[in-house]
């Protein structure tokens, strides 16, 4: 069911794909060479249906860009499978039209690839012919990597013959120049290969080293696909030395870091050495597990020279659990698949062993047969002792080149030490200058805040001393009103000794006096007491619009903690009048008994 909705989707993707409304013959490239580097090594049926489809555009189109993309495409599907006949037929059709369009940087790429393919099968002599013609492009397009990208692929030649020394003339001549204009992913891979040859040379303390060396820039650039490969890669340098426990835990990091990523091959070869990791350590029963399910994979995939080195592993395995027939039985299909895929140095590998092998079981036919087979491959890889070993004069100049690298990796630490102390110090400086401009900032809220609160307290001041103005003037008033009362009687005694026009006289002077005495005090007691308490009035009026102007009068007494007979005093009348009135006012305010006047009216305008 699975595979029939896969089916469907892929035929939804490509019908849209194709659709020249939607997409160009160009965007529907892409697709498909992407769709094609994923499933390599993951899903054969997937692969072919892709290069099908990849070769259907190579029939319509007449573009030459595109067509040489089609043919770099297939060209490197079939040499990832070891179908070295057919890639260089799709490469060498790529070289011409990248010829006719006269681009040639996509030559030189193509010169590469094919140099790659030959040094599979053992054509040395084109090889280098075809490095040649590539690094003879780049040197005349003055492209410095490229020529030390077309390097690498001697590199490889010279570590496949066992030539060590050149192998690392080849990567410190390239790792200077990668130090040079600071190529962190280009320092970090030629760290991993130095890595690699070092642990060819079995000096697994050096390999180690680079291979930290390595990891350290991976980890700079966070690059995952790098860490994993170091991951891996020191696992097996820790299988040489024996350390199965510490490899086992190498290889299920990078595992980890691999199932994020997706990379099914790289998967595989971790699940491989893995599977080994196992079997050295007696634990089986996962080591075949992990071992069957790369051969598994890789048959599906049709990917030879994987199948090849998983063949030798499981001979490994059965070697350790001492089961001959199958050791034998993996060892010859692994020798076998060596061959088909021109794999010299795992063939070698695997022919001595067989050899061994027969040896044992006093076969002396056919373990000379091996031998010399082995003999035939080693010799054309100048694979023996003596070719391991590096010249007293190679291994002054490799010192002398470590040196200069290990020079010019501790000015680079050293720069980048500097870059980080002088952002630090820049960092610092402005923190400072920030945290100055803060306490400016806050020293100055401080003096404007202590500045509010002193003029508040002024204000204060001002308010209690007004406060206390207006209660004595307003007794003053009080006392003022008695002097004139006391006038007024006095008059009215006198008024029984005139006559008639004396007795009127004297009655409109006591008028006047009534009059502009409750006139005066009202009009002085209320300026001072509206200065003082600011919206008394207002906030009472809102509350109880009805009061009049003696309720009004009497409340702000009130609110002045006046006494009923302060009141009686100021008002002219009897304190039982000032009771009733108070009583009144406490209705009109709806105030229950329990509810003191006082209090109530100082939590409408707090004094």
Known sequence: MRRVILSIQIGVVLFIIQSNALYSQDDSLLFFRSQLRQNRGVDSNKVEYYKGKILSIA??????KTLFYVNTSLGNTNRYEGNYDKALGFYFKALEYSKASN???????????????????????LMFESINKSLVINNE??????????KQILLSYYRNIGNYSEVLRIAFTSLQYYLSINDSLQIANTYNSIGVTYKNLENYEKSLSYYNLSDAYYKHLLDKRGVSTILNNKGTVLLNLKKYQDALANFQKSIEIEKGLGRVEELLTRYNNMGLAYAYLGNFKPALYYLNLCKVKYEKSGNLLKLANTFESLARFYDLK??????EYYLVKSYKLCGIVNSKSLKAKVAFRLSELYRSKNDLAKAYDYLKKYKEVDDSLYHSKSF??????EYRYLQTKDYEIQKVEKHNILQRYVIIIGFLTILILVFWI?????????KANESIKKSLEK???????ELIVQGKELVTKTLQLGNDSSEVKYAIQQLKTLQSEFGVQGKHKIQQLILDLEHNQNKDIWSEFELRFSKVNKNFYDILLSLFPTLTISERRLAALIFLNFSTKEISTITKQ???????????????????????????LNELLPS
């Open 59 to 64: 029939k319509t189109s007449k573009n030459e």
């Open 103 to 125: 681009s040639q940087m996509d030559v030189a790429s193509i010169y590469d690839n094919l140099a790659r393919i030959y040094l599979n099968i053992g054509e040395i002599g």
């Open 141 to 150: 397009k003055d492209n410095e990597l490229g020529v030390n990208l077309t």
């Open 322 to 327: 001492g089961v001959d027939d199958s050791l």
């Open 388 to 393: 391991f070993q590096i010249t007293e004069e």
């Open 434 to 442: 920030l945290l100055l401009i803060q306490r400016g900032k806050v």
């Open 455 to 461: 003029t508040i307290d002024i204000q204060n001041d």
């Open 574 to 600: 009897t304190p039982r009048s000032v009771l009733v009135a108070k009583s009144r006012l406490r209705k009109k305010m709806n105030l229950p008994p329990s509810k003191d006047i006082s209090n109530y």
